[in-house]
């Protein structure tokens, strides 16, 4: 089966065509992997047919295969004392320039294509960091929702019994995505230390006590909302009095909200995956974390303290609102071409990206189109890592960070984000297009790294 549509952009490079015909034919039933590896492609080509280095030492068909897939059987017993099996993965995609590192996804929905999608793009996240950290990603299709604390705490437990052998802080360093917090972070903590008799940073998101880094908890939603800052500075716009619609009410949604709040904006719709809140005077945070954080409910009893919002039973339609800003932050292919184009009509005029891969590649063909400032999740979302990475740092140095000094770092790495992705985007002729300037600048550094230690 060809590929050819759409990729790349400018149909000249054959090598690049290539190597996306062998990733579909190889990674076959994996939509959002091929989907990933597109986008991607489709904006380095330049840079490959600029430099004939990179093809020379064949780093495209090194970079799409992962360095090691590791799939394993996680048996555990409910409550009830009926035993369970679930699937667990850890795709350890790229160590050229640090161990592989990226968050643990447990969802129902996780499958090996997706974990791969996840970890292509963590390589070029973490690249564009300016951290030491490669690229993988892992999780289990084990659905944490209505599962008691006990449970919680023995599917963690069965699930590193694996996968302990595999990981370390200078090997491969989990951490927390979709599902998956300190809770279930500090329970894998345990149970890997107990079985390597080492207390070390194997996992970054840990509670505090436990080693954990201040500021890691809210650092993806903050780090998103620094970006953003920096971007409609930069083009004359403000956060403040801006009207703005975040997807989700995670992790990722609710520090982006507050941050958003901080800096003078109102978010107006905020979603779970069965709808979303629409509140015309701003969504109460506190009643989001109560429900959210606390008990684990859904986001309809909002109207619970607030009878006048309104709750549609339809995440997707949240983009419909109209709104000065949209901020995906749940999942990935949340914004299709229809809704870029509601948020288009409706006067969006900047989107950015709190979810890995939350707009399909139409959707975000829209965007540029009509000039929409586009923040990419690699780019824009990488302060999450970003603060994982110090928290790697923090423990192997055995120290203790204060607020100020993460949250300054974690400015200045978002800013630096920005700045290269700016810049790249210019050298390669296409100002302002954020998506080919982040996928640049985060493969150079890779690909460099991967030609200086030969043919591995
Ligand atoms: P959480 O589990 O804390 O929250 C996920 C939110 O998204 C929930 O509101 C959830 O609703 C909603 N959601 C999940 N799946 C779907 C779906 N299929 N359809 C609609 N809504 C859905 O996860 P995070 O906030 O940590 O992660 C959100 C996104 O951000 C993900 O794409 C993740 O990969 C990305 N990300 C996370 C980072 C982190 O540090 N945590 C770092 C960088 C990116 P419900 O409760 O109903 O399931
Ligand atoms: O997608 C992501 O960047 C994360 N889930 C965070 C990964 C990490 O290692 O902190």
Redesign the pocket.
């Known amino acids: 089966m060809k590929y050819k549509k759409n990729i790349p952009k400018n149909k000249k490079s054959s090598y690049v065509q290539k190597i996306f015909n062998i990733v579909v034919e190889r990674n076959k039933g994996e939509p959002e992997f091929h989907q990933s590896v597109k986008e991607f492609l489709a904006s380095i080509e330049p840079v490959i047919e600029k430099n004939p280095k990179y093809e020379k030492a064949g780093i495209l068909e090194r970079i799409v295969e992962p360095e090691r897939q590791i799939i394993f059987r996680v048996p555990w017993v409910d409550d009830k004392g009926i035993l369970r099996v679930n699937r667990g993965f850890r795709v350890e995609f790229n160590s050229a320039i640090g161990p592989y590192k990226g ?1 643990l ?1 447990f ?1 129902k ?1 996780v499958n090996l294509g997706i974990i791969k999608f ?1 970890g292509f793009e963590q390589i070029f996240k973490n690249s564009l960091t300016g951290q030491c950290i490669g690229g993988g990603k892992g999780g289990s299709d084990f659905d944490p ?1 209505g599962k008691s604390d006990m449970e919680v705490m023995r599917f963690c437990q069965s699930f590193i019994t694996e996968l302990f052998r595999y990981i370390g802080p200078c090997t491969d360093v989990p ?7 300190a809770r279930e972070i500090n329970y894998m903590f345990g149970q890997y230390k107990r079985l390597k008799n080492s207390f070390d940073g194997a996992f970054t ?1 840990k509670s505090i006590e436990c080693g954990g880094i201040i500021l890691r908890k809210e ?2 939603g903050y780090g998103l909302i620094y970006f953003m800052d920096e971007m409609l500075k930069k083009n004359n716009k403000s956060l403040k009095g801006a009207r703005v619609i975040i ?7 609710i520090y982006a909200n507050k941050k958003v709040s901080e800096l003078g904006g109102k978010v107006v719709a905020m ?4 709808g979303y809140i629409y509140d015309p005077e701003g969504i109460d945070l506190n009643v989001i974390k109560e429900i ?1 954080e606390f008990c684990k409910k ?2 309809h009893d909002y109207k619970r303290k607030h009878p006048h919002a309104e709750y549609v039973d339809n ?1 997707l339609d949240i983009w419909k609102i109209k709104c000065d800003i949209a901020l995906p ?4 292919n ?1 914004i299709d071409e229809e809704a870029a184009k509601n948020l288009v009509k409706n006067g969006c005029y900047a989107v950015g990206e ?3 891969m ?1 707009c399909n590649s139409k959707a975000i063909k829209i965007f540029l189109e009509n000039k929409i400032l586009y923040a990419p ?1 690699k780019a824009s ?2 302060g ?2 970003a603060v994982s990475a110090l928290e790697m740092s923090q423990n192997s140095s055995r120290t203790h960070w204060d607020y100020e000094k993460v949250d300054r770092k974690l400015k200045s790495i978002m800013s630096c984000i920005f700045k290269k992705s700016t810049m790249k985007a210019k050298e390669y002729g296409d100002e302002g297009n954020l998506v080919l300037g982040a996928n640049i600048a985060g493969f150079i550094k890779v690909a460099d790294a991967m030609i200086a230690q030969g043919i591995v």
């Open positions: 968050g996804r969802h929905s996840l929702k951490a927390g995505d979709i599902g998956t917090g998101g650092a993806t997807s989700g009410s995670g992790n990722v949604a979603s779970d995956s069965n959210k859904r986001i995440s932050c749940a999942t990935q949340e709190g979810a890995n939350p999740g979302n990488a999450g890592v």
